[in-house]
């Protein structure tokens, strides 16, 4: 058996509605799981308070996003509120070649989209147990008007809608839990035979 094998990673997506708790879940998630990073999307919005480019996002001009697209630059892209999305193709398959899993969070509609291009994806969909709990938590934030929570109420309707695409559902009511379920599915997938099988061949 060769000894400088290196297995690759995993890409993980993750997905679910805005006050499912995704950023805390995989902040932990970080923590636990070794060689494990975040990819960092594109986006055409404008930064918030406290945004870093290249941190948060990679914050482009429109042009600049549909040349990318022209190009070929994207694993998946989308639009969302008046705004275009991209997740950046060669950084995350240079990080999977090198052993590197990478987490991704994105919206159902990009995460349907990575599935196609990339069947062995891993996806994830973060929800808490009903939608009465996620609308307390919105609530609870108090960042959005009335009009925003019920906007994100129903968007969250149609994400529900395509549950049934995922791999894995992770309900997010006690983090700790949530947070060590994920990491078992992130290490499982060291074990799946397609990950290994390519080394196991030399050892006959």
């Not at 309900?171 to 947070?179: E, K, Q, Y």
């Amino acid at each position: 058996m060769n000894n400088n094998y290196t297995q690759k990673g995993s890409l993980f997506v993750f997905s679910g509605p805005s006050g499912t708790g995704k950023s805390s879940i995989i902040e932990q998630v970080m923590k636990k799981c070794p060689k494990t990073t975040f990819s960092v999307s594109a986006t055409t919005r404008d930064p918030r308070t406290g945004e870093k480019d290249g941190v948060d996002y990679y914050f482009i001009t429109k042009d600049k996003f549909q040349d990318m697209i022209k190009n070929d630059e994207f694993l998946e892209y989308a639009e969302y509120v008046d705004n275009s999305y991209g997740t950046p193709k060669a950084e995350i398959m240079d990080l999977i070649n090198s052993g590197n899993n990478v987490i991704l969070d994105i919206e159902t509609q990009g995460a349907q989209n990575i599935k196609h291009k990339c069947p062995e994806a891993v996806l994830i969909f973060i929800t808490p147990k009903n939608l009465s709990i996620l609308e307390r938590r919105l609530r609870h934030r108090g960042t959005d008007t009335e009009e925003k929570i019920q906007a994100r109420l129903q968007h969250a309707r149609g994400e529900y809608g395509v549950i049934d695409l995922y791999d894995y559902v992770v309900i997010n009511d006690v983090l700790d839990i949530a947070v060590n379920e994920v990491v078992s599915i992130i290490e499982a997938q060291k074990y799946i035979y397609n990950k290994r099988k390519s080394n196991l061949m030399e050892a006959y």
